[in-house]
């Protein structure tokens, strides 16, 4: 079975500290897919990036960065300079490659940053 | 540029009440599939479905029906709502390619409350 977990509950931080959202999953399937999505106060979930199970190279976006290791099973999300407009929940999730294609959740992180 | 549209946004039902929550998506995606996202829980699969005609359940069905007559519609049925199916609904839908991991989209979420 496939699980996400996102130990972080709750995370502050002044505007323009960096912060590192954790992420771990578990799944032995060996094609997978790894999201993030956005939560901000309105409610809608706002895709952020994918990234395959063949595919370890960090990826930078703005003040986003995301770092994927294999051999620790982490897909952790850094978000450089935060601004107020940062603070949403942010949820990390897993896909397998066939079937459902239906994504598994860990249950977020709950950033809040203060002015 | 709509994208997957759910109706209504928000809905308070009596005990044992019936409805019907609506999605749509005009991307011509083949999978669709509804969410339930509960307090500290992250979003979990109710129904799902890999193209018309074809439905299946997910990790928390009970209480739920779902029916696939064309590619566009995906409706979420409850039968005799409860207290407990007070949640955000999320619809969401992807491509089917295989071993392209495509992301998946979201709708904008249902707020309905069980008294």
């Known amino acids: 079975a496939q699980k996400v977990t996102q130990a972080q509950t709750e995370i502050s931080v002044v505007e323009k500290e960096d912060v590192t959202l954790d992420c771990v999953y578990e799944?032995?399937?060996?094609?997978?897919?790894l999201f993030w999505y956005k939560q901000p106060p309105s409610g809608e979930l706002v895709f952020l990036i994918r990234?395959?199970?063949?595919?370890?190279q960090n990826e930078i976006s703005g003040r986003y960065s995301w770092n994927f290791q294999k051999s620790t099973s982490s897909f952790n999300f850094t978000i450089t300079a935060s601004q107020v407009v940062d603070s949403a929940v942010y949820f990390c999730?897993?896909?397998?490659?066939?079937?459902?294609?239906?994504?598994?959740f860990g249950s977020g992180t709950r950033l809040q940053v203060q002015p | 540029n709509a994208g997957v549209t759910q109706t209504p946004k928000f809905q308070v039902l009596k005990t044992g009440q019936s409805m019907t929550l609506q999605c749509a998506q005009d991307m011509n995606h083949e999978y669709m599939s509804w969410y339930r996202q509960d307090p500290g829980m992250g979003l979990r699969l109710i129904h799902y479905?890999?193209?018309?005609?074809?439905?299946d359940q997910g990790e928390v069905p009970n209480g739920y029906n779902v029916s696939r007559s064309t590619t566009e519609d995906f409706p979420l049925r409850l039968l005799s709502a409860a207290p407990s199916q007070t949640s955000v609904y999320f619809c969401?839908?992807?491509?089917?390619?295989?071993?392209?991991?495509?992301?998946?989209?979201f709708g904008e979420g249902s707020w309905l409350t069980v008294v």
């Open positions: 969401a839908s992807s491509r089917k390619t295989p071993g392209s991991g495509n992301t998946i989209y």
């Open positions: 999730a897993l896909s397998e490659d066939t079937g459902r294609r239906a994504l598994t």
């Open positions: 799944t032995r399937d060996t094609t997978y897919y």
């Open positions: 990234r395959n199970s063949f595919d370890e």
């Open positions: 479905s890999v193209g018309a005609g074809i439905t």
